[in-house]
């Protein structure tokens, strides 16, 4: 089993920042990839960006040049820096992770960007 404990929502106004972290705890000797989803209300959860093991990373083209994605694979804990933050982003931000196989989930942290 892994757990998964995220940090760092609030809410901020247009144009600041956050960083969101997410620790990972548990059996964690097969990570594969970690990274973040988010969903505002009445839609779907979407990728916002992933790190697999190996470094490769991945953003939706909604927050490229915003979000930055990265890991401290000693502590088994994944960031999100997020600049610029605009209104549209406003969502729940999950934390995920990949392990064996199977995916984890965290529950979920609030972002609010105000105009």
């Known amino acids: 089993q892994v757990q998964l404990v995220e940090s760092g929502g609030g809410l901020v106004q247009a144009g600041e920042s956050l960083r969101l972290s997410c620790a990972a705890s548990?059996?964690?000797?097969?990570?594969?990839?970690m990274g973040w989803y988010r969903q505002a209300p009445g839609k779907p959860r979407e990728l916002v960006a992933g790190?697999?093991?190996?470094?490769?990373?991945n953003y939706s083209d909604s927050v490229k040049g915003r979000f930055t994605i990265s890991r401290d694979n000693a502590k088994n804990t994944v960031y999100l820096q997020m600049d610029s933050l605009k209104p549209e982003d406003t969502a729940v931000y999950y934390c995920?992770?990949?392990?064996?196989?199977?995916?984890?989930w965290g529950q979920g942290t609030q972002v609010t960007v105000s105009s």
């Open positions: 790190i697999h093991i190996g470094g490769t990373i």
């Open positions: 995920y992770l990949i392990n064996s196989g199977t995916v984890y």
């Open positions: 548990g059996s964690t000797l097969s990570i594969n990839r």
